[in-house]
């Protein structure tokens, strides 16, 4: 699958770069990433994939763009509101780059078929923002041995992590929070305490950046770590990974 011509252009800057090149932009265009949940996370990811001449992109999420996301949610204008989030997306996402092939689901990811789709995808983005669904997917990524790029944000702190389900020994989500399930209904949320827009905007990104990484230069991905960001002093720190034997998954 070459590059045209025009693909040379768009993407110059990119092949440019001696961890990409022809090689590695040709990757991209090949390339299949399922991004779950288009809120704060997935916007900004999903522009940055576009851009970069990721060959397909399927969206999964089953809201509708409403007045109080526009204040993270930047894929969004005014316009979209009371729209389904998938069908939004997609038009934004055709106007940035329409060669990029887009498949829209709009359902809950625990109804869109998910052990299918992965069977078709490279990897997939977590971009929920509730446990029940990080759970599920954290699963279904496990089982379908697919690389899976989480991240999470609140107030003015971030977090990402990379578990790459191709490696034996990889810990997945459910070793990092075993409990989650057991505080659903009383965990903090974007609703109920808040969150800074550009902290979404910083980790969205990052996780674009893992995507790409994963795809052309997949052994420069720190994967078997979280990484937790503070806006508010502006520092990154990283902590290490490993399985926990008493993971339901893992053990």
Not at 29 to 58: D, N, R
Not at 142 to 158: D, M, P, T
Not at 196 to 223: D, F, N, R
Request: hydrophobic content about 40%; proline content about 2%; charged content about 20%.
């Amino acid at each position: 699958m070459a590059l045209s011509d025009q693909e040379y252009i768009r993407y110059s800057r990119q092949v440019m770069l001696s961890q990409i090149g022809e090689q590695g932009q040709t990757k991209l265009k090949s390339s299949h990433i399922i991004v779950v949940g288009l809120g704060g996370l997935g916007c900004p990811a999903l522009q940055y994939l576009a851009a970069a001449g990721i060959g397909e992109l399927t969206l999964i999420d089953d809201d509708v763009v409403d007045l109080s996301n526009l204040q993270r949610q930047v894929l969004y204008r005014s316009n979209h509101i009371g729209k389904a989030k998938v069908d939004a997306a997609e038009q934004q996402l055709y106007g940035l780059n329409a060669q990029v092939k887009i498949t829209s689901i709009n359902k809950k990811v625990e109804q869109a078929d998910l052990a299918k789709r992965l069977i078709n995808a490279d990897l997939l983005l977590d971009c929920t923002d509730n446990a029940s669904s990080r759970y599920f997917i954290n699963k279904a990524c496990q089982q379908a041995r697919v690389a899976l790029v989480s991240a999470a944000a609140i107030g003015g702190n971030g977090q990402l992590a990379v578990f790459n389900f191709a490696q034996q020994k990889s810990p997945c989500y459910r070793c990092l929070y075993p409990d989650l399930d057991k505080q659903i209904g009383t965990s903090l949320n974007c609703q109920n305490a808040g969150v800074l827009g550009p902290v979404l905007g910083v980790m969205g990104s990052l996780q674009a950046i893992e995507a790409i990484k994963l795809l052309t230069q997949p052994e420069q991905v720190k994967a078997n770590s979280l990484m937790l960001f503070d806006a508010w002093q502006l520092k990154f720190n990283e902590v290490k990974l490993n399985t926990n034997r008493l993971c339901v998954n893992c053990s």
